[in-house]
Every structure is written in structure tokens, then in C-alpha cells.
């Protein structure tokens, strides 16, 4: 076993299954015959001689030459005279006399940028005391748990005041003691980050990726990443990392054309280029890719105890023909379709991997298409997934909240078609940050009308989010009713909190989030049609909609009326399932959170004459742009009530 690489190593990463092939590849420190050094493996199949040059042998090419181990194209190398922390990189020689300079595609650590080359790193035995976090979710299913999430990009959400450049950025172990309390007070469940893994345009908010198996070094070392991730847990917050599979950025020293030839990209251009993005799409039929690609995965669950993966941009990998111009010529698989059916296999490949290491993951799909089964088990031929964002559900609502409230009613089907598929996939519900960005306008400054209506029109689209079926994601900012989009080069307009509306918009988001956490009616049964009932879904005359959400408990349930319009109605019927008395326990309108006021007080007796198909209803006061929501009491609140 030289160098300690065991011949099954080899098999499995060339096969495609070596789902920890992050233990065989890259810088690995070890002792060998007594000596203690690095261990280096890269996969060049192409190269005709691969060396390492770096900072300790003053970036000589030829002094640190690797071996060829294996006929499809590992190489490796121990050095005993490379220390910790040493820079380097492979030297990669092409039959045809090119050299080539390439980052480490399996090094746990990088250089800032610009700078470009790997760093040995031996990350030191973390000491997780999350334990009782991982005891709480065995004792939990994901589909019947509230799953809140704040996505966030590490560099914008707050710098150091007086600080510029990267000494304006919190380190991990900073947002750990910042950003991890400020989520937990808002009540969000989850952190989901845009991509953290090594980068070198920060404008790309690290969806063009160099080292995917190293934290940026922007905010500190991987063991910096731990501790935060250790501090989310501890405080309750799973993290989800935001990763992207499907295509990889040109630069020079990252992986296009590694050894001077098509490594981890397809051979065929065509089937390679993304034109508008400007990356190359990963060869998800190419054995060694599948090991790189789904150890990845592995390693950020096991290694820094991630909760989950939001898979990016599935669409582009599942089409042939994602992102070609209109007059290029079609691609299609062996079948005649435009399905590309190596992506296809790959994500069923990834998915048994990930559920199979860990149980408990959540493996999210970024998926605009119409594709079936994304959230069905590989077995009955979906594509493993366990949640899928319902880009349908934004695009639509998005639309919809657009438009004046008098000309809504003509778009009331926007508002209402998501609960025609809503459970044909275990859903998120997102306000990401693709929708606040690129001359989109914020989310406050999507909303039509004066400045009272636009606040209003924001609680309505944020309360109806969250009585909807389905988990919920909203991007960083959203919270405090930011005017401006998000700008990637600064960091979020803090100062307005210091302003009445912003502050009660900030405290509204705290409680809605709070209600949600707490509710059980608003979240066990998310996935279920058992936990979805329409009271009215057809007033779009007055833009009304009035539902039931019920969790697992017989009794369990909210009525939830919603009002897209300004106009004030009284003495409005509502049917309701069950003769008592109701309360109403949430009013988006409330005066706290910058509303009229226009409140529901007092209990709300049931009246014997059938509305909406149900034997009896109760009359209330619909505010304007306003969700109210009222739960039956029930004897026990009626004893309370009395004391």
C-alpha cells in the first residue's frame, strides 16, 4: 500500500463511487515509513508529468515530481520538506509541450484573493459540541418540522464600521458571535449561505467556484468555519450550504481544462459552454467527476456538520439545451429527447449518497423547470431530492403583488394557481436574492402605492408566504423593508431601524416568524393536502382568499382570511368548520407593526346559516392589505380567559 493508497481507492474513485474520495485526493499529511510529510494524489489523465511547485521550493518545477499511480490518470507524491501552511500548486505538462499552473481542486484550504494558489493546511481535530442538536433532529422529520430559512451572503450582511475592503469583513468566528444570536431572535429555523466555497470574483457571490472543498479564506480557516456552524447548532439554527454542481468557472488556475484537455467539463464544447454565464458544465457521465462531485457533497455534511445542500441551478443541468442561443443548433441524448440523461442519473447518484450518509439531510432543489418527481424517492423514479423551491409559487406572487390592488382581480388565478400543485412536491417557498437584485428592486419597493400601502402590501406578501403551504426562505435585508435592492458591494442599509416603520417592519418579521415556529397548524402538515382546506379561494372581485390550515392534532386549525385590496370590509362572513367561539390571534393590520388598527378584538360567536359550504360562519372585520388570522377556543382557553 504505497503511501498508504489502497488499490480499492483507486477503483472506487475511477468508478465513480468513492463518495470520500476527499480522504485519497489532494494535500494530506500523514507518516510514511516513520517520516512524517504530505501526501499529494491529483488526477491528470492527460499529463505526460505533473510536479509541485510552491513556496518552499521557491515555485521550481521540476525538484517535487509526482508519480503516475494508475493508467486512467492519478498521480502521486510525499514530500517530507513541505510544511504546514505551504503555498503550491500542480505543474501539469501536456504531451504537447503547454505547462499548466492549477490550484489544488481537492485542497482543504486557499490563498485570499487575488492571489490564487492552494494551502497545505492541517486542520486540527475539532471538538463539536452540537451533540444535542443531532439528538433533537433523529427525534424529528424535516417534512413536519417549521423549516424557516435567512439566506445570507457572508460579505454584505454587516462590515466593521470605519473598516474598509476585507478588514470590513466579520470573520466566521465573528458572524458566529453577530449573526448567529440575530437569527436566532428572529425566529428563522435556518441559515442558508450563498456559496462559501473558494472563489475568486467576489461579484459572483461564489457561484464560480475554484476550491470546493475549501471554505473561502476570506472569513478565516476551515476550523473558523466549524466553530460556526458548532455556534448555529448550539443555538438551534441548522446551516444549509448553497452549492453548485452544474458548471465551474474558466479562470486559469481552477479546473477548466486542467491537464491542457477537457478534465472535469465535457469534451464537446456545445454540450460544455454556458454562453450567459460564462462557465463550462460538468461531465456528470465521467466517473471521476461523479467522485469529485458527490464526495463534495459528502465532505461539507460530514466535515463541517452541514444540515443541508440547496443543489444550484438544476435546470440548467437536467437540459441539453439550457442557455443555448435560439439559433444554435439542438443537442439530444441517444433517444432523441433533450433531456440530459447523465445529469439525470448523477442526481439520483448524489442523492442515495447523501441520504445514505446522513439520514437527516436536507437536499433542496433550485429547480425553475417543470420536470416530475423531483422531491420522490429514486425508487419510484424521481430524482431523490427531499424539497424542491417553488419558483412558480415567487414568480407568480411577485407578479401578482405588482399590480395595483384595483386591477388584481383580473390576476387573481396568479394568487391562487400554486395551490393547484402545491402538494405534487414537498415545496420552499423562497424571496431569494435573485429576486432582489439586477434592477429588480427590493421586496418593499416591488409593492405598489404610497408609502403606508407599499409597508402594507410587504406584511401582506410576507404573512401570506407564511400561512401557505410549504417551508419558507427569505434573503437577508428583506427583514427590515430595505428601499434599495441588494448591492454585492456593500452591506445592508442597518441605519433603518433607526426609523419607525423600518423598526416596527423588523419586529413584525420577529413575531410572524415566531407564530410560524410555534404554530403547528402552519407547518406539520405542509406536504400533506390533509393539512390544506379552502374556505374561498374564488372572490377575486374583491380580492379576497379565507382558508384552513390544520396540523396532525384533531382541532388543530387556523382560519386564515387574506384582503388584497385597501378597502376596509365589516360584518364580512366567513365560513367556518366548527360551531364555537373564535379569536383572532394574528392581524398583519395591527397598529405595532405600522398598521391602521383595524383589529379583530373580542370572541367571535358562530352563527347557525351555512357560508362557503360549511354549516355555520362568523362575521368579522377584514382589514385592509391584511392577513387576520382566528383559531377557535377551545374549553381550556375559555377557563383560562375566565380566571
Known amino acids: 500500500m ?71 490518470g492519478l498521480w502521486a507524491g510525499f514530500f517530507t520538506d513541505v510544511p504546514d501552511g505551504a503555498v503550491y500548486k500542480y505543474c501539469l505538462e501536456h504531451p504537447d509541450g503547454r505547462t499548466l499552473m492549477k490550484a489544488d481542486p481537492y485542497a482543504n484550504f486557499a490563498e485570499v484573493r487575488p492571489n490564487t494558489a492552494s494551502v497545505t493546511w492541517e486542520d486540527p481535530v475539532y471538538a463539536w459540541q452540537d451533540q444535542s442538536w443531532y439528538e433533537r433532529k433523529r427525534k424529528t422529520t424535516s417534512y413536519a418540522s417549521p423549516i424557516n430559512i435567512y439566506e445570507v451572503h457572508l460579505g454584505t450582511w454587516n462590515k466593521k464600521e470605519g473598516k474598509v475592503e476585507d478588514e470590513a469583513l466579520y470573520s466566521y468566528r465573528e458572524l458566529a458571535e453577530t449573526l448567529v444570536p440575530y437569527v436566532k431572535d428572529l425566529g428563522y429555523t435556518h441559515i442558508e449561505l450563498l456559496p462559501i466555497t473558494e472563489h475568486p470574483f467576489d461579484l459572483s457571490w461564489g457561484y464560480q467556484i475554484t476550491g470546493y472543498y475549501a471554505p473561502t479564506s476570506r472569513f478565516g480557516r476551515p476550523e473558523d468555519f466549524k466553530y460556526f456552524v458548532d455556534q448555529c447548532h448550539q443555538h438551534n439554527i441548522g446551516v444549509i450550504l448553497d452549492w453548485v454542481p452544474g458548471h465551474f468557472c474558466r479562470d486559469d488556475h481552477g479546473l477548466r481544462q486542467f491537464d491542457g484537455e477537457p478534465c472535469f467539463e465535457y469534451q464537446d464544447i456545445n454540450k460544455a459552454d454556458k454562453p450567459s454565464w460564462g462557465t ?23 466535515e463541517f456538520h452541514l444540515d443541508g445542500i440547496r443543489t444550484d441551478a438544476v435546470a440548467s443541468m437536467l437540459s441539453l439545451n439550457f442557455d443555448r442561443p435560439d439559433n444554435a443548433p439542438k443537442l439530444y441524448n441517444t433517444y432523441g429527447g433533450e433531456e440530459n440523461l447523465e445529469a439525470y442519473a448523477f442526481l439520483r447518484k448524489l442523492n442515495e449518497a447523501a441520504f445514505a450518509y446522513e439520514p437527516d439531510v436536507l437536499m433542496m432543489a433550485e429547480d425553475s423547470s417543470d420536470v416530475p418527481l423531483v422531491t420522490s424517492p429514486t ?66 419597493n416591488k409593492m405598489p402605492g404610497d408609502q403606508w400601502q407599499q409597508f402594507a402590501n410587504y406584511r401582506l406578501l ?67 393536502p390533509e393539512g390544506f382546506q379552502w374556505i374561498d379561494a374564488d ?9 384552513i390550515r390544520r396540523g396532525q392534532t384533531p382541532g388543530d386549525e387556523y382560519i386564515v382570511i387574506c384582503n388584497f385590496t385597501p378597502v376596509v370590509h365589516y360584518d364580512y362572513k366567513i365560513g367556518v368548520p366548527a360551531v364555537g367561539t373564535y379569536k383572532e390571534i394574528f392581524n398583519s393590520d395591527h397598529e405595532h407593526f405600522g398598521g391602521s388598527n383595524q383589529l379583530n378584538d373580542g370572541d367571535h360567536f358562530t352563527f347557525d346559516e351555512k357560508w362557503h359550504g360549511y354549516e355555520q360562519h362568523i362575521k368579522i372585520m377584514v382589514p385592509p392589505l391584511a392577513v387576520s388570522i382566528f383559531q377557535i377556543k377551545h374549553s381550556d382557553q375559555k377557563e383560562e380567559e375566565s380566571q
Open 2 to 72: 504505497k503511501w498508504q493508497i489502497s488499490e480499492e481507492d483507486t477503483y472506487l474513485f475511477h468508478q465513480g463511487t468513492h463518495y470520500q474520495s476527499y480522504k485519497l485526493m489532494g494535500a494530506k499529511k500523514m507518516t510514511v515509513d516513520g517520516n512524517e510529510g504530505y501526501r499529494f494524489v491529483v488526477w491528470a489523465p492527460h499529463a505526460q508529468k505533473v510536479t509541485l511547485a510552491g513556496d518552499f521550493n521557491d515555485w521550481h518545477t521540476d525538484s517535487h515530481p509526482l508519480e503516475k499511480i494508475t493508467v486512467m
Open 280 to 302: 463550462l458544465t460538468f461531465d456528470f457521465g465521467r466517473p471521476e467527476v461523479q467522485s469529485f462531485l458527490i464526495s463534495n457533497a459528502v465532505y461539507w455534511l460530514r
Open 379 to 444: 425508487h419510484e423514479g424521481g430524482l431523490g431530492f427531499n424539497f424542491k423551491w417553488n419558483m412558480g409559487w415567487m414568480n407568480d406572487m411577485l407578479d401578482y403583488m405588482a399590480y395595483d390592488p384595483i386591477y388584481r382581480k383580473e390576476h387573481h388565478n396568479k394568487l391562487t394557481f400554486s395551490f393547484m400543485y402545491t402538494f405534487s412536491e414537498n415545496f420552499v417557498l423562497p424571496l431569494s436574492h435573485d429576486e432582489v437584485v439586477h434592477g429588480k428592486k427590493s421586496i418593499l
Open 462 to 528: 410576507l404573512a401570506y408566504q407564511m400561512t401557505h403551504p410549504g417551508k419558507k426562505l427569505l434573503f437577508m435585508g428583506s427583514e427590515i423593508a430595505m428601499y434599495s435592492e441588494w448591492k454585492d458591494k456593500e452591506y445592508l442599509d442597518w441605519h433603518l431601524l433607526d426609523y419607525p416603520l423600518h423598526r416596527s417592519a423588523h419586529e413584525y418579521v420577529r413575531v410572524l416568524n415566531h407564530l410560524y415556529k410555534n404554530a403547528t397548524a402552519l407547518h406539520e402538515q405542509d406536504h400533506k
Open 539 to 547: 372572490n377575486s372581485d374583491q380580492s379576497i382568499t379565507a382558508f
